[in-house]
């Protein structure tokens, strides 16, 4: 088990730079999720720190050792990808075992290594079965396998449940999870997926078109964003951005005349010091943090136009007065609103938060 450290890495495909100076340190025996949409460079990065992908500029380090002109099979790390490209006419324990047997490893320790990376993974039953024998969550299964036969240093996995359905994902995630637990071994894990970073995350690092935009606990990103981007990827359903007019500001409070909704003022905090009198903001409130009028005082009327009930939870989608700015209200179990009512909805104190009109945080 190792550190990774990051240095100033850049990576250019032809004359365009997809990765953009990025410094990061990953503790030994932290998982650490990179996030982030569609094309930003999740994998260019993780590819970077196996050695699959030379960076056009920086260092990268494992366990403390400059690794950057290092081959793939120097540096020690164990990739797990999307498709888990298993041999399809080798065994469970075949397909476990094969890379270590090219290796030359001698046969009685392959077979150790099988036999204890099948019994963390839940495979020894399935040891003697080919992999058209076995579940899209078994092959990836067998497929993780391969990699903590090889003992490496870090575990790097580019969206390795994205295959999955819905159900077998959740599994999957659990699993993971607890072979983190168990190992206790540093790993980096790509994802689109905010649920699959929150659940699994020490740390995640939220990447945006080649730049880290923010890093921190699933929880600090989610209470505190530094900008609206950050803001409306972690969380789901995504978090309200309303817009609105500062009206007072009293320390750490401001007051904000909403635009498209009828209501008073509403109370929002602010981080800094930033934001006058008259500036136009968006304010941002998650679905859950709306509550019960009855509760803390009307903050907005809106008219409902869809109610969706979960029945755990329901979601309210509802619109302002111009009919057109929408927002989604999360209700605690069964919903009594009715599609097309008019609803008057509280806030709950110290949950909105507000972002200028460059989508800095307030
Ligand atoms: N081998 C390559 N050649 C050219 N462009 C690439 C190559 N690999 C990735 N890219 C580009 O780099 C950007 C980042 O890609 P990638 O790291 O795969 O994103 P992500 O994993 O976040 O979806 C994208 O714009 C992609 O088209
Ligand atoms: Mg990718």
């Given at each position: ?130 992999p058209r024998q076995l579940s899209g969550g078994q092959r990836q ?222």
């Amino acid at each position: 088990m190792a550190e990774l450290k990051l240095r100033g890495i850049s990576k250019s495909f032809g004359a365009v730079k997809v990765i953009h100076d990025v410094d990061l340190d990953i503790g030994d025996g932290e998982f650490v999720v990179f996030v982030g949409p569609s094309g930003c460079g999740k994998s260019t990065l993780l590819r970077t720190i196996s050695g699959l992908e030379e960076p056009s500029a920086g260092q990268v380090l494992i366990g403390g050792e400059d690794v950057t002109d290092f081959d793939p099979s120097e540096r020690g790390v164990a990739m797990v990808f999307q498709s888990y490209a298993l041999y399809p006419h080798m065994t469970v324990e075949e397909n476990l075992g094969f890379g270590l047997r090219m290796g030359g490893m001698p046969k009685d320790q392959v077979s150790e290594r099988v036999t204890s990376a099948a019994r963390v993974l839940e495979l020894t039953e399935l040891l003697k079965r080919k992999p058209r024998q076995l579940s899209g969550g078994q092959r990836q299964r067998v497929a993780i396998g391969r990699a903590i036969v090889r003992q490496p240093k870090a575990f790097l996995f580019d969206e390795p449940l994205s295959n999955l359905d819905a159900e077998l994902r959740v599994q999957m995630r659990i699993e993971i999870a607890k072979l983190h637990q168990q190992l206790g071994a540093t790993m980096v894990y790509v994802t689109h997926d905010q649920v699959e970073a929150m659940t699994l995350a020490d740390r995640i690092v939220v990447l945006r078109a080649g730049k880290v935009e923010q890093q921190g606990s699933p929880i600090d990103l989610y209470d505190n964003p530094d900008n609206i981007f950050v803001a409306g990827f972690i969380g789901s359903p995504r978090m309200n951005f309303i817009e609105g007019t500062i009206s007072a500001i009293e320390g750490q409070e401001i007051a904000v005349s909403l635009t498209a909704f009828d209501g008073p003022d509403i109370r929002v905090r602010r981080r800094g010091s930033g934001g006058a009198v008259g500036d136009r903001i968006s304010v941002g409130i998650r679905p859950e943090h709306f509550a019960d009028a009855s509760q803390y005082g009307i903050a907005l009327t809106a008219k409902a136009q869809v109610v969706e009930q979960l029945g755990g939870v329901s979601y309210v989608y509802a619109v302002g007065r111009d009919d057109a700015t929408k927002v989604t209200i999360q209700q605690k179990g069964h919903s009594r609103i009715d599609s097309g009512a008019m609803i008057e909805v509280g806030i709950e104190p110290g949950a909105a938060i507000a972002f200028d009109t460059d989508g800095l945080r307030l």
